[in-house]
């Protein structure tokens, strides 16, 4: 049985910096790739970050250059640290994992947690 577990989001004004973690437990090989989504209301689900068990990271545009995936296969453990961050960045963001980075970078993982909201004030 997978499960992850997020924390770390808030609120922030803009500018601010905010780091999320993700915590993977159970069948470990079935989460060695793992990345973040995020859904903000009203819009649809869209991939922020990625970090596949090849080493490889992959990013929206809208947050290159400010977010920062990384992952801690010996802590099964995924992190994503936020910087300059803007209003546009509020949304539910959501951990996944896969065995599968193509799931993952397609964005249907198999795993997923039960997400963690951040909040960007102007």
């Known amino acids: 049985q997978v499960r992850l577990v997020e924390s770390g989001g808030g609120s922030v004004q803009a500018g601010g910096s905010l780091r999320l973690t993700c915590v993977a437990s159970?069948?470990?090989?079935?989460?060695?790739?793992m990345g973040w989504f995020r859904q903000a209301p009203g819009k649809e689900r869209e991939r922020v970050a990625v970090?596949?068990?090849?080493?490889?990271?992959h990013y929206a545009d809208s947050v290159k250059g400010r977010f920062t995936v990384s992952l801690d296969s010996a802590k099964n453990t995924v992190y994503l640290q936020m910087n300059s961050l803007k209003p546009e960045d509020t949304a539910m963001y959501y951990c996944?994992?896969?065995?599968?980075?193509?799931?993952?970078?397609?964005?249907?993982?198999?795993?997923w947690g039960q997400g963690t909201r951040v909040t960007v004030s102007s």
């Open positions: 970090y596949t068990h090849a080493g490889t990271t």
């Open positions: 996944a994992a896969d065995r599968l980075q193509s799931r993952l970078i397609t964005g249907s993982p198999l795993y």
């Open positions: 159970g069948v470990t090989y079935s989460t060695r790739s």
